[in-house]
């Protein structure tokens, strides 16, 4: 019976017209869209003009003329259509020549994780483009945009980690959940919050619930077969709550997935990866830090990330950005500022 430990701790934060578009995503293997056509429609019932960059859709399942015949147009390039929208809807942050393109009266809506990015931050405060992004957009207690991604990417490490255990491909050649006739995985999840704690011991008998006290965390982590962080502050850089020598008391062979690397990582040994090339050894123990892991599953993803993020770019795309709380209190950058407060905190 395999062993598994799972780090959830968090803190929680309880104009008209506008032309917008979605680019084909830039960042290696990330197949997602940021709106799928149903979306579209939607927009286009409420009068905005819409554009898309050729082939965005395709990867997801979704190609040009499902866009087409609800009225997007499509142009060539990246280029052209930063050149001419006002609103630009992403999945991932602005990644190779794309910071270029962006200026002041762009208003960019995405995932960004500023907070572990300061060369990014840097050039989106240089051009002076005001940036919203999904994981700190807040609303009744909890991240309605981010969570769906967050609980893909739950998913989908128990999945990658159950593989790379096995012994072509490196692990330490164990069936995570045991035989057959076994129950399942035992589980070990810290969180800071009784309540989580509470539904996690709900979950089965095989789940242990434990608040992250750093002996208990030492202990589970030394036992582990695969280790999965997922820490979140919102706006701001990760703790690391694993340390190097923890890690390196695993056994040879055991597997750490950090689903926390966008924000820089909730384990000191995680860097970020690609799905080009995932996984990297530290002290014989397989590291996954795939920054974009929903990337692997686009046509489920994009639905899902369409879907939560569309009552927000509604009210963007209606010019309520400012008036609307939730929304003016995910902005990151505006003006060449750093508006968010925890960001703030973090780089002045």
């Known amino acids: ?27 290696p293997l990330e197949a997602r869209v940021g709106l799928v056509p149903e979306a579209c429609a939607e927009l286009a019932r409420a009068g905005h003009e819409l554009f898309l960059e050729a082939g965005a859709g395709v990867a997801s399942g979704y190609p040009d003329e499902s866009y087409t015949q609800l009225g997007v147009t499509l142009l060539p ?72 991604m967050s609980d893909i990417a739950g998913r989908l490490a128990v999945q990658i ?33 009784r309540e989580r704690m509470a539904a996690m011991r709900a979950v089965g008998d095989n789940v242990t619930a434990l608040y992250p006290y750093s002996t208990s965390i030492s202990a589970a982590v030394a036992g582990a077969d695969l280790l999965i962080g997922a820490v979140l502050i919102p706006g701001a850089k ?4 694993v340390s190097k020598a923890q890690v390196a008391s695993m056994q040879a062979g055991s597997v750490v997935i950090d689903i926390s690397v966008d924000q820089g990582g909730c384990i000191e040994t995680t860097r970020p990866t690609t799905y080009e090339s995932p996984t990297f050894m530290v002290d014989g123990i397989i ?36 008036e609307d709380e939730v929304l003016s209190s995910a902005v990151n950058v505006s003006g060449g500022k750093i508006v968010h407060p925890v960001l703030r905190d973090q780089y002045l």
Not at 17 to 23: L, S, V
Not at 126 to 147: N, Y
Not at 238 to 241: D, E, G, I, K, R
């Open 161 to 193: 980690g159950t593989g790379l255990l096995h012994q072509p491909a490196g692990g330490k050649g164990i069936l995570l959940g045991g035989l057959p006739a076994a129950m399942g995985a035992e589980v070990t999840v810290f969180d800071r919050q």
């Open 287 to 322: 590291h996954f830090g795939v920054t974009n892991m929903p990337g692997a599953v686009p046509r489920s993803a994009s639905q899902t990330l369409s879907a939560a993020l569309l009552p927000y770019l509604q009210r963007l795309a209606a010019g309520k950005l400012v």
């Open 238 to 241: 990760a703790p690391h709550l």
């Open 1 to 27: 019976m395999g062993k598994w430990v799972a780090l959830t701790v968090s803190e929680d934060y309880s104009k008209g017209k506008i032309e917008n578009m979605r680019p084909k995503e830039t960042k």
């Open 77 to 148: 390039d990246a280029e052209a259509l930063y050149g001419q929208t006002e609103i630009i809807v992403k999945v991932k942050e602005p990644f190779a020549g794309e910071p270029e393109m962006l200026r002041r009266d762009h208003l960019l809506f995405c995932f960004l994780h500023l907070a572990a990015n300061s060369q990014l931050t840097h050039q989106l405060l240089e051009s002076g483009v005001t940036a919203v992004a999904f994981e700190t957009l807040a609303d009744r207690g909890g991240l309605p945009v981010l969570a769906p």
